[in-house]
């Protein structure tokens, strides 16, 4: 059963840092895409990172260089750092993953793109001026 559960949110101002964690069940963690993606208020959900069971990765435009996507093998959990946030990150982040053996190969720009069938609970991350 995939089960999803972030944590690690909250305020920060300006130029500060968040790490995100997103604890996974094993049937989670062997997707071969899973991704990070946020919501802010009146706007769409955007995919903001993702990561193939390759290692490969996948980030938007908007937090290239400042966000990194990472997966801990040992503990089943995936991993957002966001640095040099803006008040632009303020959002809902959300992880994601498919089915085991599912959409197995695909491209990460792929998988920060397509649709999920799990999400977790969502964790707030608000940053001030």
């Known amino acids: 059963q995939v089960h999803l559960v972030e944590s690690g949110g909250g305020s920060v101002q300006a130029g500060g840092s968040l790490s995100l964690s997103c604890a996974a069940s094993?049937?989670?963690?062997?997707?071969?895409?899973m991704g990070w993606f946020r919501q802010a208020p009146g706007k769409e959900r955007e995919g903001v990172a993702s990561i193939t069971n390759r290692g490969d990765t996948s980030y938007a435009d908007s937090v290239k260089g400042r966000f990194t996507i990472s997966k801990d093998n040992a503990n089943n959990t995936l991993y957002l750092q966001m640095n040099s946030l803006t008040p632009d990150d303020t959002a809902m982040y959300y992880c994601?993953?498919?089915?085991?053996?599912?959409?197995?190969?695909?491209?990460?720009?792929?998988?920060?793109?397509?649709?999920?069938?799990?999400w977790g609970q969502g964790t707030q991350v608000t940053v001030s001026s």
């Open positions: 994601a993953a498919d089915p085991p053996r599912a959409y197995i190969g695909v491209s990460a720009p792929y998988c920060r793109r397509k649709a999920y069938q799990n």
């Open positions: 094993v049937d989670a963690y062997s997707s071969w895409c």
